[in-house]
């Protein structure tokens, strides 16, 4: 009755979905703009890191274009409160991971966190449904409360290049001891200049982590 009332909308061109579809009907799926470097060994997000972090493996679902498809889905995710995207493309992605040898010694995923004040705004950790899908899918367990965000900060992801030294003091660690020895996949909506996936990816290692690879939704090219 509700799909009746309140039909489900493609979140591309606002037609109705069919009860196959999610999120996307199928001629806007088809059009997506894909990065999917883990299909090709691409090294273009493993490059961003070079010479910063060591990172293991590192890959992007879609490419990012300003007015394009990616940002609409992005924004919806973020601002109007379509959770459900970021569990699209962590189901998504996830299944890809799963088939790849190079990514099956990971321990555990972890999401760039958002601040509490932000999280009970939005209501949810736009990343935490796409990085539990992951998990799943590699059959890995998925910790949203090892990494913390401390203090609110403006948001980066539509913006352009910014410094990353002032990010150091704004991550700490819950549960330390969970991270020894381990293979992390740490996961975000974007990546641009990798400034705070790299703060991040440094607190890890510092705090146990032996190993670090990266997935996100989307890159900036």
């Known amino acids: 009755m509700l799909n009746v009332l309140f039909p489900k909308l493609c979140h591309g061109c606002k037609t109705k979905l069919l009860k196959a579809e999610e999120v ?19 090294e ?5 890191f070079s010479g910063r972090i060591p ?11 300003k007015k394009g498809i990616t940002q609409q889905l992005l924004h919806d995710l973020k601002y109007r409160k379509q959770e459900q995207i970021s569990y699209f493309f962590g189901k998504w992605l996830g299944a890809e991971l799963a088939e790849i040898e190079a990514y099956q010694d990971i321990d555990m995923v972890i999401p760039v966190p958002i601040h509490k004040t932000k999280k009970r705004k939005r209501g949810y950790n736009q990343v935490s449904g796409f990085g539990h899908e992951i998990s799943q899918a590699l059959a890995i367990p998925f910790a949203e409360n090892v990494l913390l965000k401390k203090s609110a900060t403006k948001s980066q992801v539509f913006k352009q290049r910014f410094t990353r030294f002032g990010n150091q003091e704004v991550f700490s660690v819950k549960h330390d001891s969970l991270l020894n020895e381990k293979h992390i996949l740490l996961v975000d909506d974007i990546v641009t200049t990798g400034a705070t996936l790299e703060t991040c990816a ?4 510092e705090k146990g982590a032996t190993k670090i690879s990266v997935a996100t939704m989307a890159i900036t090219l």
């Open 24 to 42: 996307l009907c199928g001629n806007c799926r088809h059009q997506l703009p894909l990065a999917c470097y883990h299909r090709t060994n691409n």
């Open 44 to 48: 273009t997000v493993r490059t961003i």
């Open 55 to 65: 990172v293991v493996n590192a890959t992007a679902l879609l490419q990012f274009h």
């Open 202 to 205: 440094n607190l890890l290692l």
